[in-house]
């Protein structure tokens, strides 16, 4: 997608990656960094390179999701900029997180993404979880009812069931 197509809610996975970690309060570019970096607690859902996260960081600001909220010292010297989610930002945050995902290919890093950020924001996500649940049941519904009776062998068919189904597992097993 290119840069002059992209909207203020065609946020990247990064992005909102980046927009809640600073829902719980301000953080610098480097504290964020750190976060989604992989192997890190929200990197090894989703990581960033430090230069990705700066420029996601970026576009928060001009979208008007995020601010400049002062500075704090940094540890080798020199000052860092600590951010601040707007009001606007904590609004979309909350559509976003509260909004079930709608493909099965992204249950993994996106639905994963919004349930970790979730938890560290204290956000109920029971209700959210109903509603992905029926999702998933009617794509599973979908994906039987589009096959012939020789097309449910196959692969791609195959690997989509198995994701519902894992996924639906997965959610019961939240309650």
Known sequence: MSRSTRTANDLLLGEWACLGLLYSGPSHGFAIAARLKPGSDIGRIWSLTRPLTYRALEQLQIHG???ESG????????NRTLLTMTKPGRAIFRTWINTPVVHLRDMRSELLLKLVLADECGIDMSAMLKTQRKNIKTLQRNIDNSLDGDSKNDTVHT?????A???LRFIDALK
């Open 65 to 67: 999701y995020v601010e």
């Open 71 to 78: 500075e704090e010292a940094g540890l080798a010297g020199g």
């Open 159 to 163: 690997w989509r069931r198995e994701v």
């Open 165 to 167: 189904e894992a996924t």
